[in-house]
């Protein structure tokens, strides 16, 4: 049986070289394009995992209309809308609420006992995106008696993304699916109970609303929140880099209480980063990854990496 083959093995010598080249020019246009994007709008997308750049600028040079990035380069430095537009393909915005819903049912049954120790409360959703999440977590903390004492930090770097996830207003044919997370998550009553219906959309409660601060932040430049007792940031650690990865954790790390937890994505963990010792795992599990800050770990030095021309915190 013939072996299977690279590609551009069976090209002819100059044609391989020429692939080969093409693909160390279209590298380079992405990190100059990246370094780009960092001197003019002070946002770090550096440290984003390689492979998620390449498919995003792909797809947006084609998209956008553009033959090669370095014409897309060209554009946004001149243009804050063309870098408006490509933000849009820069940060991932999908989720739904209450997603994995076992994560949301350990918090239920095990962590809100804990938080209602406190007399007070600040709950951080770094990387909210449409804010599913965060308003996930605001029906959470009310079903558990503890939103009134609780502030709801949900931060993005995405400003489009932000006003969306303030807004609360998602598809109507996405509350099927909504409804069947909640449930799944301990819900003690109806989903419906907290949103209305208009035309094709739900618009969630103002209540709960009144108790969520949003703000633009980046987990690659900005400073941290102080004194919080659980961190959520699901599914956003795994499109950077193990240095990024890093910087992030020591962020929520210094941002937490002692006792404090912190919750990630099912694809993302600890166990083999700088702060693990930092950390003890409450659950590990497929769907589940929690863990809680050790008493003892010491404050972990973080410096932002850049001024920004923007606060960091943009409240809301």
């Known amino acids: 049986m013939a072996a299977l083959m690279n590609p551009a093995s069976v090209l002819p010598a100059d044609d391989a070289e020429l692939a080969g080249a093409d693909e160390t020019i279209g590298e380079l246009e992405i ?96 990387g909210c995106s449409h804010g599913e999440e965060v308003w996930s977590m605001a029906i959470l903390l009310k079903e558990a008696g503890l939103l009134d004492r609780t502030i709801l930090y949900a931060t993005d770097i995405n400003p489009q993304a932000l006003q969306r996830a303030e807004a609360g207003v998602f598809p109507r044919d996405r509350a099927a699916q909504f409804s069947r997370n909640y449930l ?9 109970d907290y949103y209305t219906c208009a035309y094709d959309a739900i ?7 009144r108790q969520i601060m949003f703000a633009d932040h980046s987990l690659a430049t900005d400073a941290v929140f102080s004194e919080l007792h659980l961190v959520s940031c699901r599914n956003v650690l795994i499109y950077f880099t193990p240095a990024l990865q890093d910087r992030s954790i020591g962020l929520f790390r210094d941002s937490l209480v002692r006792g404090g937890f912190l919750g990630l994505g099912s694809r993302e963990t600890l166990q083999f980063g700088a702060h693990a010792r930092a950390f003890e795992p409450i659950h590990v599990q497929a769907d589940v990854k929690l863990y809680r800050r050790l008493p003892d770990a010491a404050p972990h030095d973080i410096t932002p990496t850049t001024r920004r021309t923007t606060p960091p915190w943009n409240t809301r």
């Open 31 to 126: 990190r100059l394009l990246m370094e780009a994007i960092y001197l003019r709008y002070q946002h770090d997308f550096r440290a984003y995992a390689p492979g998620l750049l390449r498919r995003r600028m792909a797809q947006a040079r084609d998209q956008m209309g553009y033959e090669h990035l370095s014409e897309l380069q060209h554009a946004l430095l001149r243009e804050p809308a063309v870098f408006a537009r490509l933000l849009q393909y820069l940060t991932v915005q999908v989720s739904e609420m209450f997603r994995d819903p076992a994560y949301f049912r350990v918090l239920r049954e095990e962590v809100m006992p804990q938080l209602s120790t406190w007399p007070s409360l600040k709950v951080w959703v770094a």
């Open 184 to 192: 799944a998550s301990g819900g003690t009553g109806s989903l419906s």
């Open 203 to 209: 618009a969630f409660d103002r209540g709960l609303r």
